[in-house]
């Protein structure tokens, strides 16, 4: 079964503070995606990423940046965490067009 | 830009009831439609793939249609059950070549004993 992975089911972090959310997938997928969801907005994307070193912008990427060094992990960094980023962060991966798998989700307090 | 709209926003229903979810898309120019399963606090998980040139999909007792002509897609859940309560997305690939998708905000289904 495909697995996608992200490192932290929960993490509380305190505002300013540089925050990593590490995700890895181990099917070989060349594409990753990075999305938040909130009540009510639904699933954004934040950020995505087609092969190792290349990233795209997705909908709302202002506050965000990422990492992509090998084709298994991809990485989101808040750069100075906001109360307002506070969200569940959810990490997906997929090969071409097909099916999208995601991981558990990481659920981010930024108090 | 795509937009994709999932009716109703909630639905409750006895344990046995057979049901059907809405989802429609504002562009019909799409590679492929993906209905997904979110269980609260969960990542989501897709149920059913179906390409713009298929009808439908199935898979136990769920069955995916599409029409692309009318940019609808509908989700027919068989003899309802408990374990089925979950949030149901619907997400649209426009075709490019990244899997990039475009979500629906969700049907909240709660099936009761």
């Known amino acids: 079964d495909v697995k996608v992975t992200q490192s932290s089911r929960y993490l509380v972090k305190r505002t300013g503070e540089k925050v990593f959310l590490e995700c890895v997938q181990d099917?070989?997928?060349?594409?990753m995606f990075w999305y938040r969801q909130d009540p009510g907005l639904g699933l954004r994307l934040i950020y995505f990423?087609?092969?190792?070193?290349?990233?795209e912008k997705g909908d709302i990427p202002e506050g965000y940046s990422v990492s992509r060094e090998k084709k298994e992990r991809f990485s989101l960094i808040l750069e100075s965490a906001s109360t307002n980023q506070t969200s569940m962060y959810l990490c997906?991966?997929?090969?071409?067009?097909?099916?999208?798998?995601f991981g558990s989700g990481t659920q981010l307090s930024v108090l | 830009k795509q937009e994709v709209t999932q009716i109703p926003a909630a639905l409750s229903v006895p344990e046995g009831e057979n049901l059907v979810l809405n989802c429609s898309f504002t562009?019909?120019?799409?590679?492929?439609l993906q209905w997904f399963r979110q269980d609260p606090g969960k990542g989501l998980t897709s149920l059913l793939l179906?390409?713009?040139?298929?009808r439908e999909q199935t898979s136990g007792r769920l069955n995916a249609s599409l029409d692309k002509s009318s940019g609808r897609s509908t989700l027919y859940i068989a003899a309802s059950q408990p374990g089925d309560s979950a949030t149901y997305l619907c997400?649209?690939?426009?075709?490019?070549?990244?899997?990039?998708?475009?979500f629906g905000q969700g049907t909240i289904l709660t099936v009761h004993p």
């Open positions: 099917m070989d997928h060349e594409n």
């Open positions: 562009d019909s120019a799409i590679y492929n």
């Open positions: 179906i390409q713009s040139s298929q």
């Open positions: 997400a649209v690939n426009e075709g490019t070549s990244y899997g990039k998708l475009t």
């Open positions: 990423s087609y092969d190792v070193k290349m990233k």
């Open positions: 997906a991966s997929t090969r071409g067009r097909e099916k999208l798998f």
